[in-house]
């Protein structure tokens, strides 16, 4: 079993930048594939990124070279940190987990239905 818990989320302006953290504790056998997935009011929750175990990772055309997805093994700490921020990145944030080689992690970016451990998810607001 794995538990996630995000934390950092907030209220920024656009163009500003803002961290968030997801803890994992538990068995982290189950944390080799990562993921941050986000949900707007309204909309389906679609995948941010992936990190795999060697620290390979997929982001999705929306946030590349905004976001990086990086992980603290040692602290079993991911991160998802975000620049140049937009107000349709506002929406709820959800880190997730699942046991999984890097190659099928690699692919899983985006399919919630591969990752079978999730976070509460925290909130983040951008505002023009």
């Known amino acids: 079993q794995v538990q996630l818990v995000e934390s950092g989320g907030g209220s920024v302006q656009t163009g500003e930048s803002l961290r968030l953290s997801c803890k994992a504790s538990?068995?982290?056998?189950?944390?080799?594939?990562m993921a941050w997935f986000r949900q707007a009011a309204g909309k389906e929750r679609e995948g941010i990124g992936v990190i795999a175990e060697d620290g390979s990772t997929v982001y999705a055309d929306s946030v590349k070279g905004r976001f990086t997805i990086s992980n603290d093994n040692a602290k079993n700490i991911l991160y998802l940190e975000m620049n140049s921020m937009k107000p349709e990145d506002s929406a709820m944030y959800y880190c997730a987990a699942h046991p999984l080689l890097r190659s099928y992690c690699l692919r899983a970016y985006g399919s919630r239905e591969k990752f079978g451990y999730w976070g509460q998810g925290t909130q983040v607001t951008v505002s023009s």
């Open positions: 538990g068995s982290t056998v189950s944390t080799s594939c």
